[in-house]
């Protein structure tokens, strides 16, 4: 009987911090009075991301062998299709096929 007091105190807080992290962006940024700062965030956030899986990716890569053909033929893919469609999705997606097909082949 213990464990489920435990479980179910467990699930209730889980709950109210989705909750209350779901809400207040909400109250904070409400409709009308935009934060020069949520811009700067929203803006600049994709891009660092993107950047974080570039570092990421090339932190395993054995530069001395033909694997980084495969990875530099993949990265160039992924930010051409990204320059030219603007679809982060269709970029990431097309570098990971170019990829996949590199390495099975």
Avoid: C, W
Wanted: hydrophobic content about 50%; cysteine-free.
């Amino acid at each position: 009987m213990n464990e489920i007091n435990y479980l179910l105190a467990a699930m209730l807080v889980m709950t109210v911090a989705t909750y209350i992290t779901r809400l207040t962006p909400f109250l904070l940024f409400s409709k009308g009075q935009e934060s020069s700062l949520f811009n700067y965030i929203s803006k600049s956030t994709p891009p660092m991301v993107m950047t974080i899986l570039v570092i990421y990716m090339l932190k395993d890569v054995e530069y001395l062998t033909f694997e980084i053909v495969y990875t530099f033929i993949a990265l160039l893919v992924t930010a051409g299709l990204h320059i030219y469609k603007r679809n982060a999705l269709l970029s990431i997606v097309s570098g990971t096929i170019v990829y996949m097909i590199f390495v099975q082949t």
